[in-house]
C-alpha cells in the first residue's frame, strides 16, 4: 500500500545503517533536501531514533524479511536500553516499544481496526524487549490508590510502586519515581531538551519493601 511504498526508503537506508547489533552515527541525506547533516547520536536521541526505528514493522520490498528482522531486533534492544524518565524522550520510547513488539498491531486488532496480519503482512515478528521501558501502561490517580511506576508522572497518585523510590517534583508540569534528588540538580538522563533543574520537591512518602503506599502530601526538601 502507500504505507509500504512510502516507508520501503527508510528500511532500505537503515540496512546499510546497521551491522551486529551497532548503528553507524551518520545518516545518509539526499542531495536535494534541505536537511543537510543528522545528529550524530540520532540512535540514542528517541525523538529521532523513536519514528526512525518504527517505520520497520512495514514490511519492505527492498529488504529481506529475515535481514528485516534483524534490524526490527536491533533496533528494539536500542529502544529497550533507554528508561522513560521524561514526557518528551520517553513517549517515543514507549511508542516505539509497543510498535516493535506488536502490541500496538494486536491492539489495533482487537478494536476492530487490524488486519490480523501482526506488524506486517510478511507474518514479520518481534520479540517483546525483556529490559528498558514498560510496555503496559497504567494510569494513576489517587483515587484509586494505585501508585506510578518508574517512568511515569506521579503527581496524581503521589506515591511509586517500587520500593525505595520517591516521587520528586521537577516542576509543575512533571514529577516521578526516584531512589535520590538533589535540589537544583539537572537530570542526565532526561531529553536534552529538556534538561532543566528538578525543585525536588517531595510528594508522598517513599516505598518501603513490604508495604503499601498511598497517596500522600508534597513537602518541600529539608522540612518534616
Known amino acids: 500500500g502507500s504505507a509500504a511504498g512510502f516507508l520501503d526508503p527508510v528500511a532500505a537506508h537503515l540496512e546499510t545503517r546497521e551491522s551486529g547489533g551497532n548503528w553507524a552515527q551518520t545518516l545518509r541525506v539526499d542531495a536535494g533536501c534541505l ?10 536521541n528517541m525523538f529521532m531514533a ?12 527492498s529488504v529481506d524479511s529475515g535481514r528485516q528482522q534483524e534490524l526490527i531486533d536491533s533496533a528494539g534492544e536500542r529502544v529497550a536500553s533507554k528508561a522513560i524518565d521524561d514526557y518528551y524522550s520517553g513517549s517515543w ?49 489517587s483515587g484509586s490508590g494505585m ?5 511515569q508522572d506521579c503527581r496524581s ?35 536534552p531538551d529538556f534538561q532543566t533543574p528538578w525543585t525536588c ?16 502530601t508534597t513537602t518541600t526538601p529539608g522540612t518534616t
Not at 513488539?101 to 506488524?119: C, E, I, M
Not at 510528594?203 to 503499601?212: C, D, L
Open 147 to 151: 501508585c506510578a511506576t518508574t517512568g
Open 93 to 141: 520510547v514507549a511508542i516505539s516499544t509497543i510498535t516493535l513488539n506488536g502490541d500496538l498491531a494486536r491492539a489495533a486488532q482487537g478494536s476492530g481496526l487490524g488486519s490480523g496480519t501482526g506488524t506486517g503482512t510478511t507474518g514479520t515478528t518481534t520479540t517483546a524487549p525483556t529490559t528498558g521501558p514498560t510496555t503496559t501502561t497504567t494510569t494513576t490517580d
Open 157 to 191: 497518585s503521589a506515591c511509586c510502586e517500587d520500593a525505595g523510590f520517591t516521587c520528586y517534583e521537577k516542576n509543575e508540569y512533571w514529577a516521578s519515581c526516584r531512589q535520590s534528588c538533589e535540589p537544583g540538580e539537572v537530570n542526565p538522563n532526561d531529553d
Open 50 to 61: 523513536g519514528p526512525t526505528f518504527t517505520s520497520l514493522v512495514c514490511p519492505s520490498n
Open 35 to 44: 536537511v543537510e547533516s543528522i545528529h550524530p547520536s540520532w540512535s540514542w
Open 201 to 216: 520537591a517531595v510528594i508522598g512518602a517513599t516505598t518501603t519493601p513490604g508495604t503499601t503506599t498511598t497517596p500522600g
